[in-house]
């Protein structure tokens, strides 16, 4: 079973950058789909960016496209999530997720393994 471990959170000034990593151990990261999802203060859980397995296709939530990049890197077992041109209502946990379902995701569901999180919060 695969472990979790985000790292990279802060507290950041609006329009700033934070590069999110998660490392994995106890699998091999290229048998998952990875996931970023997002816990924001009185909210759900929410989907943010998804990658397949070779890094070749991805997805975005429509809020974070052409801000954010999800990226992997299998040799090193990590899996990351560059955040830019940040807005307070990015303020969230930030959580990595794997999953062993097809491509392309369609819910939180299919995400068993998650990470403990990773506070961002963004200044206005």
């Known amino acids: 079973q695969v472990q979790l471990v985000e790292s990279g959170g802060g507290l950041v000034q609006a329009g700033g950058s934070l590069r999110l990593s998660c490392a994995a151990s106890?699998?091999?990261?290229?048998?998952?789909?990875m996931g970023w999802l997002r816990q924001a203060p009185g909210k759900e859980h929410e989907f943010v960016a998804s990658?397949?397995?070779?890094?070749?296709?991805?997805l975005y939530q429509n809020s974070v496209k052409g801000r954010f990049t999800i990226s992997r890197d299998n040799a090193k077992n990590t899996v990351y999530l560059q955040m830019s041109s940040l807005k307070p209502e990015d303020t969230a946990v930030y959580y990595c997720?794997?999953?062993?379902?097809?491509?392309?995701?369609?819910?939180?569901?299919?995400?068993?393994?998650w990470g403990q999180g990773t506070q961002v919060t963004v200044s206005s």
């Open positions: 990658i397949n397995w070779s890094g070749s296709s991805a």
């Open positions: 997720a794997a999953s062993l379902r097809t491509w392309p995701p369609r819910s939180l569901d299919e995400y068993p393994y």
């Open positions: 106890g699998g091999t990261l290229g048998n998952y789909i």
